[in-house]
C-alpha cells in the first residue's frame, strides 16, 4: 500500500521531470515555433495596413509619458549600440580574446546573415517608418526593426558563448543579464526615437531570435569549439 501510495505521489514529477527533459532537448524547436507565429501575426497586421493597438499603447508609454530633455541623450546612446562602429570594435575585441578557431568570423558571418536578411524582408514588406514624432533622422523601410534584429543577433550571440564556454561562476550570470538588458533597451530605443512601431522591434527580435537557433546549432560551433573542457568554478 505504502508503495502504491509513493508511486502515486512521484508520477505528476515523474511527468513534469519527463516534460522538462523533453522541452530542454527541443529547446531550439521551440524557439523558431514560437518566433515564427508571433512574426508571421505580426506580418498579417501589418499587411492590413493599421497601426496595432500594441504599437498605440507603446506610443503612449514611451514617446507620450517618458520623453524627456534628460532621456533623450540617454536612448541616443543605446540605440547606438547597435550601431556599425560599435559592433566593429566588440567584434574586434571578441576576435582577440574570445576562445575557439575563429570567435571573429563566428560573429561577423551572424551579423552579415542577419543584414542582408533584414534588407530582404523589409523589401519585401514596405512598412513606412512612423511619422511625426521623430527625434533621429532615419531612411528605408520600417518592419521588422534593423537595429533590433541586430541587437538580437549580436549580443545574444555574445550570450550563447558566455553560457557555453565561461565558467559556472555568478559573473556568467551578469553578464548575460547584461546584455539581454542591452538587448531589450535597443528595442526600447527604437520606439522612444520615433523611429519605429513596437511590432517592427518585436518582429526584428522574433527573427534573430529563430536565426539564432539555427545558427548557433549549425554554424557557430564550427567557429568557437574549443578542444579543452570549459573550467568549473566549482570543485
Not at 111 to 128: F, S
Request: hydrophobic share 55%.
Amino acid at each position: 500500500m505504502a508503495d502504491i501510495e509513493t508511486g502515486g505521489a512521484q508520477g505528476p514529477r515523474d511527468i513534469a521531470r519527463g516534460a522538462l527533459g523533453l522541452l530542454r532537448q527541443n529547446l531550439r524547436v521551440v524557439i523558431v515555433l514560437v518566433c515564427t507565429l508571433v512574426f508571421l501575426a505580426l506580418l498579417g497586421e501589418v499587411a492590413e495596413g493599421e497601426i496595432m493597438r500594441l504599437d498605440t499603447m507603446a506610443y503612449q508609454l514611451f514617446v507620450e509619458r517618458l520623453r524627456s530633455d534628460a532621456l533623450t541623450p540617454v536612448m541616443e546612446g543605446v540605440t547606438s549600440l547597435a550601431s556599425v562602429v560599435v559592433l566593429a570594435v566588440m567584434a574586434a575585441v571578441i576576435a582577440a580574446l574570445a576562445p575557439g578557431k575563429a570567435p571573429g568570423w563566428c560573429v561577423t558571418v551572424n551579423l552579415a546573415c542577419v543584414v542582408a536578411l533584414n534588407t530582404l524582408l523589409k523589401v519585401i514588406v514596405q512598412r513606412p517608418r512612423p511619422e511625426g514624432f521623430r527625434l533621429v533622422a532615419e531612411s528605408g523601410y520600417s518592419f521588422p526593426s534593423g537595429h533590433s534584429m541586430v541587437a538580437m543577433a549580436f549580443f545574444g550571440l555574445l550570450i550563447w558563448m558566455i553560457w557555453r564556454y565561461h565558467r559556472r561562476d555568478a559573473m556568467r550570470v551578469v553578464w548575460c543579464a547584461f546584455f539581454a538588458v542591452v538587448i531589450v533597451l535597443v528595442g526600447v530605443s527604437r520606439i522612444y526615437l520615433g523611429v519605429h512601431y513596437a511590432s517592427d522591434v518585436i518582429a526584428g527580435f522574433c527573427v534573430s531570435l529563430a536565426w539564432l537557433a539555427f545558427y548557433t546549432r549549425v554554424v557557430a560551433p564550427l567557429f568557437v569549439a574549443v578542444d579543452a573542457p570549459r573550467k568549473d568554478a566549482r570543485p
